[in-house]
């Protein structure tokens, strides 16, 4: 797979990364701390988790592109922070 550049708004500013295997470990060290819901965490973790990033790969291979939200904070209290993996072309 080619280089790909990730972003996490507000949180992790646009970074380029040699593949997609590069990219997902720095992007789930950046979120798996965060005050996040339990089953938002399980769904992120496997888009982007250890062992995850197979549905990611489907996506950018088809379009390119890859986003979800994240979702910071409580119930009533919480931040909307995009995900956005999109490939690098030279």
């Given at each position: 797979?080619?280089?790909?550049?990730?972003?996490?708004?507000?949180?992790?500013?646009?970074a380029?990364?040699?593949?997609?295997?590069?990219?997902?470990?720095?992007?789930?060290?950046?979120?798996?701390?965060?005050?996040?819901?339990?089953?938002h965490?399980?769904?992120?973790?496997?888009?982007?988790?250890p062992?995850?990033?197979?549905?990611?790969?489907?996506?950018?291979?088809?379009?390119g592109?890859?986003?979800?939200?994240?979702?910071?904070?409580?119930?009533?209290?919480?931040?909307?922070?995009?995900?956005?993996?999109?490939?690098?072309?030279?």
């Amino acid at each position: 797979m080619s280089a790909v550049r990730a972003e996490i708004t507000g949180i992790m500013p646009a970074a380029d990364f040699p593949s997609l295997d590069h990219a997902l470990p720095v992007l789930w060290e950046r979120v798996r701390t965060l005050p996040i819901r339990e089953a938002h965490r399980d769904f992120i973790r496997i888009c982007i988790g250890p062992a995850g990033g197979e549905g990611v790969a489907r996506c950018l291979d088809r379009g390119g592109s890859w986003s979800t939200t994240l979702y910071v904070g409580e119930m009533t209290d919480w931040t909307a922070h995009p995900i956005t993996i999109t490939t690098v072309h030279p």
